[in-house]
């Protein structure tokens, strides 16, 4: 795993994490790699990695089976959705909203940039 | 006791010997020729093999790989690219100081003396059947055999702590040393032997001096020689010990 | 796991090296051990290792001396120097003689590990590069499974795809009952696996802190306009990095060069913020 210097390490796995059930690779109730197998694949600390669990513990994404391992939550993939909304909109959004006033872009243009993005992807699947 | 185990003793006994492996198998396939060479020579003379022709090769043979033999098991320590990983597997110096003297004393000898054995034995063989030489058994365990086996294990203490103490040129230095204390020994001998016989003007007349050194090697006789001996050694292996337990990098 | 108090300790003819050190290593952690060249990280390693003898102070691993180099704290020590020379003979007969003096030595391991390295048992060590004698004896001193285990410039000499080998094995390796000291130029090879700080400097522990206290207290990365105040290191290039004290702003991920260089030419002020504002005594 490649890392960016600007947001710590253990919050570069949880994103890993959200990925991974957000694209349906980890199941909701599966079981996911334990806290070495984790700090193995991403070549870290397993201190970095168990600070990482304990963040997704508190999210309530996943659960701990004691002496099993741990298991996506019931709702995980909703709860991933939810939390990757809110960083849209109060992360990513507030900063396009920034660069389109430095550079006087229409809401407009934007809208038909989207609509035509959503136009390409709809013929792809077709 | 935590600090000396059998067991550990015998493990890095059998370490030395395995990672040494190759140098002991060339060693000692030069010596094995060397003396087959000239075992067969004698043989040509008389067609029997006397003690004393035996040993005379055999002493030499038997001196010079038992000193390269110290020096190449000790050079572990010294080796600047290797003492680290040497000194710091779990061996107590007391363990190690045993294990280093039984290889290079007891297990040298008997191997070295085994080998050479069985070579010989090999040469009159093979001289019984090409030439009138009688097979006969070696003569090996003569009187100057276990003379000779006394004083490797008078030397050997003072090589292990030379190959120990000296860095560099460690054979050199250290046969330099000996030379060093047997002149000292000698001058002191001479010395005393001068003051006591004063009115003999010992440093005028050759055969005086000649006289003081006989005297000097007589000096050391019956139990004086054993307990000298005794005393000599356990000092040496003594010093050679505190020199392991202050090895530093 | 190891305690060092007010250590001292010179080479024959030369200037004093570390200056009243005093240090403690905890079971599991990775320490991260720098300080510019001839600062005396080996040094200090060869000390835990009983290899050098301090001049004045203690070194003691469970109140043993390390100078003693008593059976009982060599087993519980393993070092994988700098530079080294193995003896050239296959890697099994290696293991096999020299494994016998760890009581916790786990063939197993070794082998796995030895596979992972992508080398193979009956590999004569003669013929291998110095990159792979390397991890030959990475690969033993982690299957030593001593509780202290000290590492002095371990990726020096591993290539690229190695190094990535060398973490993910690093990663599985550590555990609560293991202390782990890498000391290091390389910082980028490791900043994700250490967890603890230590800087040498002038002779002494100018900095020791773990990871998660620098990332409460301070700050990487660019700053903006309004946040020139709390600077305390900045890298003079066009648009560089800096440490700030964080305050308020989002954790970032330490970024260990520039703690190192922060460190080196601020080393009162930073220990304070890390001290909490506590003013430290010698300011």
Not at chain 3, 34 to 51: C, D, P, V
Not at chain 3, 74 to 97: A, C, H, M, N, W
Not at chain 3, 145 to 158: H, K, S, V, W
Not at chain 3, 226 to 240: K, L, N, P, V
Request: hydrophobic share 45%; with cysteine.
């Amino acid at each position: 795993m490649d890392f960016d210097n600007s947001k710590p390490i253990y919050l570069q796995i949880v994103d890993f994490f959200y990925e991974n059930i957000l694209a349906k690779r980890w199941h909701e109730e599966e079981r996911i790699p334990s806290v070495r197998e984790v700090a193995v694949m991403v070549e870290v600390n397993p201190n970095t990695a168990i600070r990482a669990f304990n963040y997704l513990q508190e999210q309530n994404v996943i659960y701990n089976k004691r002496g099993i391992g741990y298991f996506v939550s019931e709702n995980g993939f909703n709860k991933v959705l939810d939390i990757k909304k809110i960083e849209f909109m109060e992360v990513i959004l507030p900063d396009v909203f920034k660069k389109m006033r430095l550079l006087n872009v229409q809401f407009d243009e934007v809208k038909n940039s989207f609509d035509q993005y959503v136009n390409n992807i709809d013929h792809e699947k077709k | 006791m935590k600090e000396y185990n059998i067991r550990r003793i015998g493990n890095f006994i059998y370490r030395d010997v395995i990672l040494l492996r190759g140098t002991i198998t060339t060693a000692l396939s030069v010596v094995s020729v060397l003396l087959f060479i000239v075992i067969l020579f004698s043989l040509r003379k008389d067609h029997v093999v006397v003690p004393g022709e035996f040993m005379s090769v055999f002493n030499k043979l038997y001196i010079i790989s038992g000193v390269l033999f110290i020096f190449s098991v000790l050079k572990e320590t010294n080796t600047k690219a290797s003492n680290h990983l040497y000194l710091t597997l779990p061996v107590s110096s007391y363990e190690r100081i045993t294990a280093i003297w039984f290889t290079t004393g007891i297990l040298y000898t008997i191997v070295f003396s085994f080998l050479c054995f069985l070579v010989g034995q090999f040469a009159i063989s093979v001289g019984s059947i090409f030439s009138e030489t009688n097979f006969h058994p070696l003569p090996i365990f003569s009187e100057d055999y276990w003379q000779l086996i006394k004083f490797y294990f008078f030397i050997q203490p003072i090589f292990l702590y030379g190959a120990i103490r000296f860095n560099k040129n460690r054979m050199g230095k250290t046969l330099l040393s000996l030379l060093l204390i047997v002149l000292g020994l000698i001058f002191f001998n001479m010395m005393l032997y001068g003051m006591l016989n004063y009115g003999y003007d010992v440093f005028s007349g050759e055969e005086l001096a000649s006289e003081a050194f006989g005297l000097a090697s007589k000096d050391f006789s019956g139990i004086e020689k054993v307990l000298f001996v005794g005393v000599f050694m356990s000092t040496m292996l003594l010093a050679t010990y505190f020199k392991i337990v202050e090895k530093e990098v | 796991m190891i305690q060092i108090d007010n250590i001292r300790f010179y080479y024959p003819n030369s200037k004093v090296i570390l200056n009243n050190v005093s240090l403690h290593f905890t079971t599991g952690n990775i320490y991260g051990l720098f300080g510019k060249n001839g600062e005396g990280k080996s040094t200090l390693m060869k000390i835990m290792t009983g290899l050098l003898f301090p001049k004045a102070g203690y070194c003691r691993i469970l109140n043993e001396n390390t100078f003693k180099r008593s059976v009982k704290c060599l087993q519980d020590v393993f070092i994988v120097p700098e530079e080294f020379e193995l003896p050239g003979v296959k890697i099994s007969t290696y293991e096999r003689v020299n494994s016998t003096f760890y009581p916790e030595f786990s063939k197993d391991q070794f082998y796995k590990l030895i596979k992972e390295f992508k080398l193979s048992i009956d590999q004569k060590i003669s013929t291998l590069s110095f990159g792979q004698k390397k991890k030959v004896l990475i690969a033993f001193g982690i299957a030593t499974n001593t509780r202290l285990l000290l590492m002095d410039e371990p990726t020096n000499g591993l290539d690229i795809p190695s190094k990535s080998q060398f973490r993910k094995i690093m990663a599985s390796s550590v555990d609560q009952g293991k202390c782990i000291v890498i000391s290091t130029h390389q910082v980028r090879d490791l900043h994700s696996l250490i967890n603890h700080v230590v800087i040498l400097d002038n002779s002494n522990v100018t900095f020791d802190q773990p990871l998660s206290t620098i990332s409460e207290y301070l700050w990487f990365g660019k700053p903006n306009q309004d946040d020139r105040a709390s600077i305390i290191y900045s890298e003079t290039s066009y648009g560089g990095k800096a440490v700030l004290m964080r305050k308020d702003h989002d954790e970032t991920e330490v970024d260990l060069e520039l703690l190192f260089n922060a460190v080196i030419s601020q080393p009162d002020q930073i220990n304070a913020i890390l001290k909490n504002m506590y003013h430290d005594e010698r300011v």
